[in-house]
């Protein structure tokens, strides 16, 4: 079992600066304790990393420096600066998020950075909150930052690619209403052959696709016992079943009760 990540010290300190720059500002080389990630969205900075040499960095950039590691980042003094910055504990982030921190110390040129700094933004408003579950809430923007900043940095986008079984799951909804469905026919229209599609499908929903179907059916069903007044026969005859004998054994046999006492049951239990 592995280790609980200490959520209440995952985020150390965390800010953004915007505008002038802070008067008294401490510049030059420094060592902190926990990683250290900015996000600059306006103006330009100074940075080195372990040497004296420091580098002229332009907007939109990242910068990212680990724990203990020697480090400059100033910003230049003649533009207005829009820094984003956070101190937090590498080690829980690893451990909780997987490999989603920047690969290396140092400068990022990235592009897009609007949802990166509304969740930085919030988390500043979060951290310094007493509300309920803000260490959790706090945890849960620390890691779509990171994992913003690791799509940024890598060039990958966070797209949804919907599959085959995503259209034959609609398809079935759709058909509930029906007394009974092709699905061999089925199968094939969306390019399987039907042994694989049943294995598939179990495998996906847990049932096979003919067990599935009723239990469709049967909730579709549950839905009209509670909220209609429609009788028995015109519920088994709405939805799908050739007689109401047959559908009312097979609802029992599903839910272990009949489609009367079901009816009967919830709406005692509502009244309640």
């Given at each position: 079992?592995g280790k609980i990540p200490d959520i209440n010290n995952s985020i150390l300190n965390i800010g953004l600066i915007n505008g002038n720059i802070p ?110 579950n803000s260490a959790n809430y706090s945890f849960l923007l620390l890691h779509k930052i990171l994992l913003g900043v690791h799509m940024l940095i ?117 009244m309640l």
């Open positions: 079992m008067s008294g500002r401490k510049t030059g080389q420094r060592r902190l304790s926990g990683d250290f990630i900015a996000l600059m969205t306006e103006g330009e900075a100074y940075f080195s990393v372990l040497s004296e040499e420091r580098y002229l960095v332009k907007s939109p950039v990242l910068i990212y420096v680990p724990d203990g590691m020697r480090h400059s980042y100033d910003p230049s003094p003649r533009l207005r600066w829009k820094n984003y910055w956070m101190l937090f504990d590498g080690k829980t982030a690893r451990s909780s998020f997987g490999n989603i921190l920047p690969p290396h110390p140092g400068i990022f040129k990235i592009k897009e950075t609007d949802d990166i700094g509304k969740n930085w933004s919030e988390l500043c408003t979060i951290k310094v909150s007493e509300c309920q890598t060039g990958t986008e966070l797209t949804y690619r919907p599959s085959r079984f995503d259209a034959v799951l609609q398809e079935l909804e759709n058909k509930a209403d029906a007394h009974d469905i092709d699905l061999c026919a089925l199968a094939r229209r969306y390019g399987f052959n039907y042994d694989n599609f049943r294995k598939q499908f179990k495998a996906q929903t847990g049932t096979g696709p003919k067990q599935y179907f009723l239990r469709l059916k049967i909730n579709n069903s549950k839905t009209l016992l509670l909220n209609t007044a429609l009788n028995i026969k015109q519920i088994a005859e709405m939805t799908g079943f050739e007689s109401q004998y047959y559908f009312s054994r097979i609802f029992k046999e599903k839910t272990g009760t009949s489609p009367s006492e079901f009816r009967c049951g919830k709406i005692n239990e509502k």
